[in-house]
């Protein structure tokens, strides 16, 4: 019996350069970075308005911050996949193939888990609450336990760069070739426990969210009176809800295969492996919505604030989410049509996915004719929205075209599908993602994103996406399959080549979305939102001011009608009166119980995947007594008084009120 | 005589297309604002119970598809013990309906009764627990463990899965009565309605497991 489990320096990378330097370079960034909060005295700072902090804002603030990070992480991986088939003609290229395994591996996972998903819950974090006027989300203490499960996945992924290896399996690790059998080593270990974690931190989130939106609405906001961003969150989490638990079960199997020597999907002893393609599909295919919905949200909102006018068919629109969220759960065979399961069955369900693009059709119309007539403004937010539809709509037709199973026979696992998730993920999601970073940065931070630096970001992402993703489409037609290490196919060079240009371009955007944020923190004073609303917009989030105070809103918003805020702004307008009925606020109070479970999860998970079996036990004792130590705090909520919620409101309705002033009298001579 | 008929009031009901309920009286519905803390606890708790059997049913699709797959092993026919698994299920019926009762002495606010019922809850949902460990380790010697095939790998998962929640909902239940004892019903009390609810849907999963590995097992 060893200590440390498997564990021992040979895990440590020390003659493959690359990951060694890497890793060495990332260690010490952090160190650097731990070592100047600690120096500079931001430590307590940081320690108590962030790590502890249970305010929606804060923690989606972080969310997104993490999924910038894991998507540069990301992005790397994808520089190197990119290089290496650019070089790899007829050739090994400089990645030799376990560890080109292990980065396409890392990248999708990377992405999907660690990028998109942190980005769309900071998202529905930070809005939901302030669009539906409450002061929280119902849990909040779960919600901070959640972001740091996520972070602790994250973190575990990234600590396989240097200690050990990663999954060679793929983001999806099909068996039986990441059962022990053929993956014998740790990084499968590591894929299954980090996504284990991070995937009770979201579903998590997802039942706080199903809560909030569903219990905590503020007076008089019907359902149909809700913004179409929180209809969206609300399917999203719904999905979260119902389709995170087969995630977690179908890995829990894997990972007992591989621990205690089950047979769920090994080719002895019984075992079935199509089983574990048909699960994690059965989450797989909602995954997919539960990324994009929330960012179909985002652009409704953004596209009728900036054509000024209210979102064209809103209920179609609430009837077209309900139904990507129900019809979601009905696809997932297209991802599989070679498994053989018949020509009915392959028909039944290549049906069932066009479906979901007729109803995707439905969303597409309503933001066209939500412009039409519209007096459109084109600033950042609107031009992510533009390239969204122009983008999003070709990948949904190479979706209707994959989802005909004779031609899927033909495209299925080539870089054409490639092209396809990468179209829809990154014009749909990532292009939303930023559309709402643009729209909702000023009610975070109190100052808009300085413009010339975003525009530049966008259209360079834009011909960055389509450099990349169109010649992948040509190569999936001629036949090219994903994940090559090398090829000598000739004809398909060239191609290879012009993906590798897009992929300068996309780096080059990513660097001007660096200099944006950078700039506008430096010019903050002359980009500043004095008013709480600087886009004009037409939901209750900019009725408070930006950033808005611990308690979203001083007195709970009472709603009337379908766009609240331009309700209460008419009427403040008319009345210019003061609110009179200050009382004090309970507010939940912060608290380390979730950084406390990130902690002791991180290590739970890293012992589990060494066989560090006395550390794994340590950790989850450790749990229960974070679990029990919270569970006896006696006062959990702290009053902010009526006089301090006065005077913070006092000074945000001054503000407005000379914005209105202003806006009337320029009315006036006009 | 004339009888004046008053319009009903329709400045807040006019939407004919309100979903939810109608009167929009209680809270938490509709246009009524934020619910009660109470309900708002439960209906979360709520919903990751949905997840939670949502989790459950992938176990169980699992062992649906497996359950043929015995490899040349033991089937359920020769392994399973119908005796036993009927204990099993009494203990953990009867414990469901001794936690009924800890929620009425609960209502009542009846320290000593919703102790006593909750320590009988617990208790019976050790005996439960000795009954299927000693079920498990029969196995195990008889070389049945859940590595001789499919079929019982699906079996040891799902209803491993299943005792790993009571086990941890014994562990709760135990923290709850110290916190109980130590504090009084204040801080408790939204837990013990979320417990209660946990252990009905361990009982229903049991009555799941019950049929569809015991029962359609014995038969195969
Ligand atoms: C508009 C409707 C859509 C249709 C009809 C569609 C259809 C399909 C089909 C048939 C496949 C399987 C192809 C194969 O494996 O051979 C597929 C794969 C995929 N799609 Fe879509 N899709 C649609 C929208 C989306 C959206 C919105 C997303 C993401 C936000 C997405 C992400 C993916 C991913 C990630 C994969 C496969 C990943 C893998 O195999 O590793 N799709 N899609
Ligand atoms: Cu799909």
């Not at chain 1, 906001?221 to 119902?242: D, E, H, K, N, Q």
Request: proline share 5%.
């Amino acid at each position: 019996m060893n200590l440390f489990g498997n564990l021992s320096w040979d895990a440590l990378p020390w003659n493959s350069p690359l990951p060694l330097i890497a890793g060495a370079v990332v260690i010490a960034l952090c160190v650097a970075v731990a070592a100047w909060v600690v120096l500079a005295g931001h430590l307590p700072y940081l320690w108590r308005e962030w790590i502890t902090s249970v305010d929606h804002k804060r923690i989606g603030v972080m969310y997104i911050a993490l999924g910038l990070v894991m998507m540069l992480r990301g992005f790397a991986d994808a520089i190197l996949m990119r290089s290496q088939q650019a070089v790899a003609f007829r050739a090994e290229g400089y990645l030799p193939p376990e560890h080109f395994d292990q980065i396409f591996s890392s990248h999708g996972t990377i992405m999907i888990f660690f990028g998109a998903m942190p980005l769309t819950l900071g998202l529905m974090n930070f809005v939901i609450p302030l669009q539906l006027g409450m002061r929280d989300v119902a849990f909040p203490t779960w919600n901070s336990t959640g972001f740091w499960l996520t972070a602790t996945g994250a973190l575990l992924v990234n600590i396989s760069l240097v200690v050990g290896v990663f999954s060679r399996a793929g983001w999806l690790p099909y068996p039986p070739l990441s059962e022990l059998q053929f993956s014998p080593d740790v990084g499968v270990d590591y894929y299954l426990w980090a996504l284990l974690i991070s995937g009770v931190g979201t579903l998590v989130t997802g039942i706080n969210f199903v809560t909030t939106i569903l219990k905590m609405r503020a007076p008089g906001m019907g359902y149909l009176r809700m913004p179409m961003f929180c209809w969206t969150a609300l399917a999203s989490s719904l999905l979260i809800v119902a389709a995170f638990p087969i995630l977690t079960a179908t890995l829990l199997m894997l990972t007992l295969d591989r621990y205690l020597g089950f047979h769920f999907f090994t080719t002895a002893g019984g075992g079935n492996m199509m089983m574990f393609i048909n699960l994690i599909w059965a989450w797989g295919h909602p995954e997919v919505y539960i990324l994009v919905l929330p960012a179909f949200g985002v652009f409704s909102e953004v596209i009728s604030t900036f054509s000024g006018k209210p979102l064209f068919g809103y209920r179609s629109m609430v009837a077209a989410t309900l139904g990507i969220c129900i019809i979601s759960f009905l696809v997932w065979l297209h991802h599989f049509f070679t498994m053989g399961a018949g020509g009915t069955v392959n028909a039944a369900f290549g049906i069932a996915t066009s479906v979901i693009a007729v109803v995707t059709g439905v969303k597409v119309f309503n933001w066209l004719f939500t412009m039409y007539g519209g007096r459109i403004r084109f600033e950042t937010p609107m031009l992510w929205s533009l390239g969204f539809i122009v983008t999003f709509v070709i990948g949904g037709m190479t979706g209707v075209l994959l989802a005909v199973p004779p031609a899927d026979f033909l495209l299925h696992n080539s870089l054409f599908l490639v092209a396809h998730f990468h179209n829809t993920i990154i014009g749909g999601v990532v292009f939303g993602v930023f559309a709402g970073i643009a729209y909702w940065f000023p009610k975070a931070f109190g100052f808009r994103l300085q413009e010339g630096w975003g525009v530049a970001a966008f259209w360079l992402t834009l011909a960055a996406f389509y450099a990349v993703f169109v010649p992948l489409y040509m190569l999936g037609l001629l036949g090219m399959p994903r994940r090559m290490q090398h090829y000598d196919m000739e004809m398909w060079r060239p191609w290879v080549l012009a993906a590798m240009i897009g992929v300068v371009l996309f780096g080059a955007a990513m660097i001007c979305q660096v200099i944006q944020l950078v700039v506008s923190i430096r010019r903050r004073d002359l980009l500043r939102d004095e008013t709480g609303d600087p886009w004009n917009g037409r939901s209750l989030e900019w009725a408070t001011s930006s950033p808005p105070p611990q308690f979203n809103f001083a007195v709970t918003p009472n709603v009337a009608g379908e766009e609240p805020y331009w309700e209460i702004e008419r009427r403040v307008i008319a009345s210019r009166q003061n609110e009179s009925g200050y009382e004090a606020i309970p507010m939940p109070r912060n608290t380390a119980t979730g950084f406390v479970t990130g902690f002791f999860a991180t290590i739970t998970g890293f012992a589990m995947v060494w066989h560090i079996w006395w550390l794994a036990i340590l950790g989850l004792v450790a749990a229960y007594a974070v679990f029990v130590w919270y569970a006896w705090r006696d006062v959990s909520e702290e009053e902010i008084p009526a006089e301090e919620v006065a005077r913070i409101d006092q000074i945000h309705r001054k503000r407005r009120a000379d914005r209105l002033a202003r806006h009337s009298d320029a009315g006036e001579s006009a | 005589m004339t009888t004046t008929i008053e319009a009903p009031a329709l400045e807040r009901h006019a939407a004919p297309y309100r979903l939810g309920r109608a009167d929009g009286l209680a809270t938490g519905h509709g246009e009524a604002g934020p619910a009660s803390k109470r309900v708002v606890v439960a209906f979360g708790f709520w919903i990751f119970l949905l997840s939670d059997i949502v989790m459950f049913s992938a176990f169980f699709a699992a062992h649906a598809v497996l359950q043929t797959a015995t490899d040349g092993g033991p089937t359920g026919r020769d392994l399973f013990n119908p005796t036993r698994v009927a204990i099993e299920t009494a203990c953990l019926l009867a414990s469901s309906f001794t936690c009924g009762l800890s929620a009425l002495a609960t209502d009542a606010r009846n320290h000593v009764w919703t102790q006593a019922a909750l320590l009988v809850t617990g208790l019976l949902g050790l005996a439960f627990l000795s009954l299927e460990a000693q079920e498990f380790a029969a196995m195990i010697a008889s070389g049945a463990g859940p590595e001789r095939s499919a079929f019982l790998s699906s079996f040891f998962a799902l209803v491993g899965l299943h005792g790993a929640h009571v086990s941890v909902g014994l562990l709760w239940l135990g923290t709850m009565m110290a916190q109980l004892f130590v504090k009084g019903f204040e801080p408790v009390i939204y837990r013990l309605i979320c417990f209660n609810l946990y252990w009905h849907v361990l009982d229903i999963i049991w009555v799941a497991i019950f049929t569809v590995v015991y029962l359609i097992g014995e038969g195969r």
